[in-house]
């Protein structure tokens, strides 16, 4: 049952990808990610981590991928990608998919030529998808990982801070 | 050969089918005299009947047959798709209402075990932990049909109403996660099984005693998130003709309006079982041995509690005037979200003081 | 059970870094309780005299060395160098700055604030024991970073300078967690103590995955430190910037990111590091030639003083390659010197610079003649410059030196003769504004207004006598430098 | 709690789905079809439309969503720290106590700065 | 079938070069962007399939983590997007003049 379900979500998975950095169209991009959000959602519950399915949806799916689209509403980008001009990093466009298609290949290579343990491990019966779930996850998060914890509030407010500097209009 | 697992599994999935089906169709059967109740419930508070004519033959039936006839005329209409829209995305955004709606609906407990053939079956589509987390997952996602539709329509009003409705509606979110954070701190756990059953007992169990603060500030954000009024003003008409879905006729307003009435009901279900004991009965334990009986009477419970909160969400349409969109915001941010960051210390603040002198919370 | 986990956690070793997160809250206040538009004043002073604060409470806790949080951060006398070296260059930039920010039309206390926040994510960069500290260090101060270079909205160049970089610090992001993940799974841990532990005593049971992490890790650090080939962003990340932000990009944060550098390779990764000798070897060379070859051809003193920055990371990666105490210590003197004779250098460049608001700016032209205009200013540059080519007697002198007799010493003269070359070639571009200053006639038609300020002129002061001082008698710098990195290894 | 468990979310999915899909086939099979420009053109009250959608709006709402994306990452951290409150006591009071701090003061900035005023 | 541990290496190092792709090949800022969370997705996914099949829970507290820093990240850089959108009325990196690296 898992074997299919991974096998299903994998194909999805890898077109919806594609289907992201292919498009011309922003809003098309967009969706495509948050199917390919939805997949990797159900991954996590495949890999016991239900908590974080949840998370992934709420916060890739309901938060990020939805400030995506409100920029492309907002600026109101209907135009497709300009045909000319130069990418990010100046490199030979040909090159980019290489070294896209190379990393890929290297890693495939070497996971191919093995099979690997077998996952969940074959020894654990049900609990061993408990680890995933919100109460397991929070003790963990609120004893030995307190100091991240804290630290993230503090990236959050120079995010806030950051974006309001940049984002409004006028400055006071 | 076959393997007994496989079987089991079969088995479970035959189950549940039967179960997500059976609840599916009661669910469009509420919302479809939903619809049919808010006009007959607008008649009354502005003193007039409102639709009682469709009926069988001579038999006028009060009306009862309306929604039979406004969904056949929803079908039989043309589908039109204007000719500068985006046309995938067009058809696609009402779907997506309609689903992010419908989708809720797995999580709800809608009432308890019934034993049916010898087999237990739980009224719960997916008794799953996250529960909660669930719920506000799928909840999220409902900014996209109306930004979808807003987009596709290619029409500055409808831009411009989906634009406001994202915001609206994400900013109320915040609003809807930090009221019921308050509500795990006091069950512990995310589970809505084990959230209805810890309300069990005596009435004063329900949670909305216990979070009156926390009910208020849920049920408000509820308002919004399904765009109800007073929080309409996505489709406000005198501002921006019909909001996101000026561009849509036939059956694709129509999934626009059945999403937005699933929504309704479902969050109604999910008031109720949140803050008022779901299918529970005040004082009456809930039994080890739940027979066919105790099922059928804990679904009508919990559905009597919800159409009660769907009366309410009418109620409030037809009697409250809509907010300017500012005031929206400043209510959202400046009110509604610190006076939730207050009740969670609250909430916190008590438990560890029962805890620590020694009273059950 | 509140008493046994506060114990554990040895809270008070991280006193700084709290101190610092008081004030920047501190200072959010100030700035929502001053007049609209006055508030940039009180922010500076409630932030400088936080700064003094942090550095107080470093000197107080400089005894009480060890792990704190179960492993997730180390103080040692590492850490305590980096956060003092650290403190005092974020110092020196507010304070040079309020006049500065009124020019170039920035004037918004976010400035400040976004700062003090750059500094927390650097504290914890270099205090980090565990990836996930790391991680979250480098992305807050990157956070911060990214806002600093982009806040001269009204300028092309700093949004697209900052566009450029944050797009490329996302991609490095991606790079990094991949990087960390693969290193979680092979060893089972984002511990560097356990990392380093298990490298040594296990023979990993996935080494390829390890290794995949180690390289990933490797690029994400390369990205950060603005090492060939993943240079691209820095030029116009340091050009869009605010002048006084290039000053502290091109100072602190490397600081901070060289110091995590060292403690991952060295210190997590150890013995798989040296297996890195030949990429790392590579890296070097290409950073420091690519580096002064760009520099050659800039019209831009700003632009120069980027592309240099390059090269000078490079200098500092010879010194990595040796794994040895001599090449870590070396580091940390080079990284102090060089902060101090770059920010002497900018607080020039902003003096003589034409128009602020103008796109590109900062061009030799500005320069043309001016030993004869104001020769105490020109003195000043003139030190910077030679500092910055290494000529003796100056502290950029010695801080080559060490760097390359620690490379000479570990075997690796190779390099350190092609570093000596690139020094021989960087003598061209500086030495050209010195030419610029002293050979060339003064147009007096063309020339602009110097931009005075008295907070400038007085760090610009410290700055010559440091630059002289060290130069004159390093022993004592070097020594401290010694001193901590020795707990490290 | 298995992954199996979850088998039943998927079906909803199906069903309801399913059901959104049928409607809009059905619809569009069942449907008169007549083509006319007037129709198919853009709504504006009943009047030539102005310019297209395609200009760009104010970027007022900005604010509001990036905003909404920090708060949601927060009351994200929240949940897992209510469900567990009961068992961690003062210590993740103090501790969700110091984090909300630190955020409410952002939300203090935001709110003098008029990051949430409708300009 | 049987899934194993690669089963999701596999698939989220194809994602990572998917992702990387994007970011080398488009000019698009919002695809760009959009291909880095591709690249964190994959990352994520790798630590949680590590953190399942050794049964510690750190590699999923990282993720956590990684989330946040996502979020963050995207909203400062659309803030950028959104500034220069103001400035030059374009978003495409093509369009990059004044500064060449």
Sequence with gaps: ?172 | MLDLSIVMSMAFLVEKSIVTVFIFIVVLAVVAYATLGERKIAGYLQDRHGPNRAGIGKHKLWGILQPIADGTKFFMKEDIIPDKANKILFVLAPTFTFCAAGFIMAAIPFGDRITIFGREVLLQIADINLGILYILAIGSLGVYGIAMGGWASNNKYSLMGGLRTVSQMISYEIVMGLALVALMIDHGTPALRQIVIQQSGPIWHWSVFSHPLGFLLFYISVFAECSRMPFDLPEAENELVAGYHTEYSSMKFGLFQFGEYTHMTLASCFIATLYFGGWTIPWVAVPENPGLIWGIISFGVLWIKALFFLFVFMWVRWTLPRFRYDQLLYLGWKKLIPLAIFNIFLTAGLILLFQKFGIAG | MFDNLIAGMHVGRILPEIVLVGVVLLAILTDVISPRGKSTGPVRLVSLAGLIGVLVATILKKDDFGQAFGGMVMIDGFTFFFRVVLTFITFIIIYVSEKYIGLAKIRIAEYYLMLLLALFGMMLMVMANDLLILFLGIETMSICLYTLVGMSRHKASSNEGALKYFLLGAFTTGFFVYGIALIYGSTGSTNLTDIMVYFRTVNTAMPVIAWAGVGLILIAFAFKTSLVPFHWWSPDAYEGAPTTITAFMSTAPKAAAFAAFIRVFYVGFGDLSSGLEPVLWWIAVLTMTVGNLIALRQDSVKRMLAFSSITHAGYLVVALLTWEQMGASAILFYLVVYAIMNIGAFLVAIAVNRDESDEKGYSYEDYRGLGFRKPILAFAMMIFMLSLTGIPPTAGFFGKYYIFSAAVKSGFVGLAVIGVLNSAVSVYYYLRVIIMMYLKERDEEKEAPIFWAGEMVSIMFICVVLVIVIGIKPDWLLSIAQASVSGLM | MTPNDFLPVLITFFVVGGFAGITLIATHILGPKRYSKEKHDIYECGLDYIGDSRKPFSVKFYLVAVLFVIFDLEVVFMYPWAVNFRHLGLFGFVSMGIFLVILTVGLLYEWKKGALEWE | MELTLNHYLILSAIIFAIGVTGVLTRRNVLIILMSVELMLNSANMTLIAFSHYLQNIDGMVFVFFTMTVAAAEVGIGLAIVVTMFRNKGTIDVGNFNLLKG
């Design chain 1, 1 to 172: 049952m898992q074997g299919v379900m991974f096998i299903v979500l994998a194909l999805v998975t890898l077109f919806s990808a594609l289907m992201v950095i292919t498009r011309k169209d922003p809003v098309s991009s967009i969706l495509y990610l948050v199917l390919t959000f939805f997949c990797f959602a159900g991954f996590y519950v495949l890999l016991g981590a239900q908590f974080l399915a949840a998370v992934q949806i709420i916060v890739y799916a309901g938060a990020i991928a939805v400030l995506f689209l409100f920029v492309v509403m907002m600026l109101n980008l209907r135009e497709p990608e300009a045909e000319e001009g130069k990418e990010l990093i100046p490199i030979w466009k040909p090159l980019g998919y290489a070294v896209g298609i190379g990393v890929g290949i290297v890693f495939l290579s070497y996971l191919a030529s093995s099979p690997g343990p077998a996952i969940p491990p074959l020894n654990g019966g049900d609990e061993i998808y408990a680890m995933g779930r919100a109460d397991f996850l929070g003790k963990a998060l609120f004893t030995d990982f307190i100091l991240p914890f804290e630290i993230a509030g503090v990236l959050l407010l120079a995010a806030v801070l950051g974006a309001v500097a940049l984002a409004k209009k006028k400055r006071v």
